[in-house]
């Protein structure tokens, strides 16, 4: 046998004569750091010698990088297949994989949070504003429960904001001011005030539809149109009202006539209203039907209300006028009255309040009154009142020192 030294020996010796392939790779590294400019001259000097030779060798590089990026996708691919056929198949041990990876990494899992919560704060907030508008009723649901959970958190969340003297004041005031206008509400017999709490999906809900509105760029051309419209309807209702009346009631006539179903007067004079200020007008393609009926509704509005002050300014200076041309008549009939309500012990009203309660009723019978309410009523007696009342002042005096000095039966 030989001896194990001299094996030893012989082995190394082997490895000396014959250096592993590290070490040339080593030696080589050591070479190219050493020499890369001079490499990098020797490869300008041979490109430039044998140029298509370098091309090719530059096509066959890009052919097998190409080759192999092409077999990676396709590894790749079918990894992701693989992948997806296996949670479809196997959706419990996945949940369970990703709530077991979830348990133990919740640190990681809440720095991803953070980390991409910070990146995408409006879009996070969105989303889950747009969710609980999704369910309003869920939305409140989880609320309560989160309330009923969390009562001493809530409790302490309440006595840290309580603590700005500012807000704990202002607290104070607007329920001492709540409390008050309970109390005189109680004490006036009527009704507590109606509060309509709204949500914040209501009133996200709200500017939505503001922004929307306001922010259309064909807004301002629209309300033109459709003030110009509104505007020139009711001009030209107050302008040709009753001429268009008579030829909507000759209209109706007419088709009653002959047979034809029945339509509305009003109807048809805005109608034909409507079509006139149309074609008057340079533009109208921006309004829809929606904006002629609102522009319907404002005019007969309008209308109403200026026939009716028409009708309420005729009815005060009739009877004024009529006051004034029976003036004598007037003040017997009143003198009676006033008699009469002090023999039943009544309080004495005002001569010319009494003069004109009687014009008025004499007028009436006569004069239309169908627009004028009830308040528009006592407010013309008022008025006529006030201005006969400078031209009674001494006859009343003396109407009541005799009916003073009657004797009462």
């Keep these: 046998m030989s001896d194990p030294s001299e094996e030893t020996a012989a082995t190394q010796k082997s490895l000396e004569e014959h250096p592993s392939v590290d070490d040339a790779a080593e030696r080589r590294r050591q070479y190219v750091t050493a020499n890369r400019d ?21 096509r066959d590089s890009m052919r097998r990088a190409a080759a192999r990026r092409h077999r990676e996708a396709e590894v790749q691919a079918r990894g992701r297949e693989r992948a997806k056929r296996w949670r479809v198949e196997h959706p419990e041990r996945r949940r369970e994989y990703q709530q077991r990876w979830v348990a133990e990494n919740r640190e990681k899992v809440r720095e991803y949070y953070n980390r991409y919560y910070e990146a995408h704060r409006d879009e996070v907030n969105a989303r889950a504003a747009a969710r609980r508008d999704a369910d309003p009723e869920r939305t409140k649901q989880i609320t309560r429960q989160w309330a009923e959970r969390n009562k001493e958190h809530r409790a302490e969340l309440q006595r840290n904001r309580r603590r700005d003297p500012e807000i704990y004041q202002s607290e104070l005031e607007a329920n001492a001011a709540a ?53 020139s309807l009711t001009e030209h209702m107050l302008k040709n009202g009753a001429r268009m009346r008579e030829f909507a009631e000759a209209y109706v006539f007419s088709r009653a006539r002959v047979g034809l179903p029945p339509v509305s007067v009003e109807g048809v004079v805005y109608a034909r209203a409507v079509e006139i200020v149309s074609e008057r007008m340079r533009r109208v393609d921006l309004l829809t039907g929606r904006d002629v009926a609102a522009a319907v509704r404002s005019t007969k509005a309008e209308v109403r209300r200026v026939e009716r002050q028409r009708q309420f300014d005729v009815l005060v200076k009739t009877v004024v006028f009529q006051v004034q041309r029976n003036r004598a008549r007037y003040g017997v009939d009143a003198e009676m009255g006033s008699r009469a309500r002090a023999n039943r012990r009544k309080p004495l009203a005002p001569v010319e309040s009494l003069i004109v309660q ?29 201005r006969i009342g400078a031209s009674f002042q001494v006859r009343r005096h003396a109407v009541e020192n005799r009916v003073n000095r009657l004797p009462l039966v």
């Design 358 to 386: 009687l014009a008025v009723q004499e007028i009436a019978e006569r004069n239309p009154t169908d627009k004028v309410t009830v308040e528009e009523a006592r407010k013309l007696v008022r008025i006529a009142t006030l």
């Design 179 to 231: 409390r008050r206008l309970k109390r005189s509400l109680s004490r006036a017999g009527l009704p507590p005030k109606l509060l309509h709490a709204t949500t914040a999906a209501e009133r996200r809900a709200n500017e939505r539809e503001a922004d929307a509105y306001f922010n259309d760029p064909s807004r301002p051309e629209h309300l033109r149109q459709f003030t110009v419209f509104a505007e």
């Design 38 to 58: 001079r490499i990098r001259e020797l490869n300008r000097l041979w490109r430039s010698e044998h140029l298509d030779r370098a091309r090719e060798l530059n």
